[in-house]
C-alpha cells in the first residue's frame, strides 16, 4: 500500500504515542491538537514537530479552513475535543476515523475511562469507528477489551491502551478499510453516555475513587 497522505487530530499521551507509531507508516502531512499550560498536552505537539510534520493549534488557527482546503486520503482522530462536520471530512477519500475509550456504543461522549470506572465495570477498552455527525455514533471497525484492576490509574489504563491501539491502528486501517474496503457495522447494544466529570488524579487507584464517590 502506497503511504496514505492523512491529517492527525489528537491530544494528550494516547494522541502522542499513536501519532508517533503511525509516523513512520503513513504520509502525516497536517497535526492538529489544542495547546495549554500543562505538560500532557504539549506531547503531540512535541511529536509533530520531532517528525517535521506541520503543526496546528485549535487555540490560534483556523483548524477548520485547513480540513476545508486540503484533501487527505484519511483523517485520523484520538482524544480530540472537536466535533467534526460532514464538510470538514467528505473529501477525505476513506472518510475519517476515531479512537474512543469504551467499547461502544457504552459511554459516548468526552470521559468515558472515570465514567467506566465509577459505573463498576468489569471490562475497559476502546473502540475504532468511522466519524459520523454524531457523537461516537459511527460504524465501528474494531473493539477491543481487558479486564479493570482495582489497582489500575489513569495512567495504567491510558498506557494499556496505546500500547494495544497503536499497534493495531494501522493494521485496521490497512486491512479493513483499504484492502476489505469495510464501511463498519452498526453499533449494537445499550446506549450510555459519558459526560465530562470533575478532574481526577492520573495516579488515584479505581479502588479507592470508587470509595470516595460511594460516599458523596
Known sequence: MDKLKVCFLGNWYLGAKVLEELADKVTITTVISTVKDDKFSKLVKNVAQSKKIDFFDTLSSDWKE???INKYDLIISV????????????????GAINLHQSLLPKYRGRDPI???MLNNEENIGFSIHYIDEGIDTGKILFQASWPIS???TLQT???KTAVFAKSVLYEVI???IITDKSQG???????SLAPKLQK?????KVIDIRKEYALQ
Open 66 to 68: 485547513i480540513l476545508l
Open 79 to 94: 482524544s480530540f475535543d472537536y466535533l467534526l462536520s460532514s464538510e470538514l471530512y467528505e473529501k477525505s477519500k476513506y
Open 114 to 116: 472515570v465514567n467506566a
Open 150 to 152: 482495582l489497582s489500575d
Open 157 to 159: 489504563i491510558n498506557l
Open 174 to 176: 490497512n486491512k479493513i
Open 185 to 191: 457495522y452498526i453499533q449494537i447494544g445499550e446506549v
Open 200 to 204: 481526577i488524579a492520573w495516579n488515584k
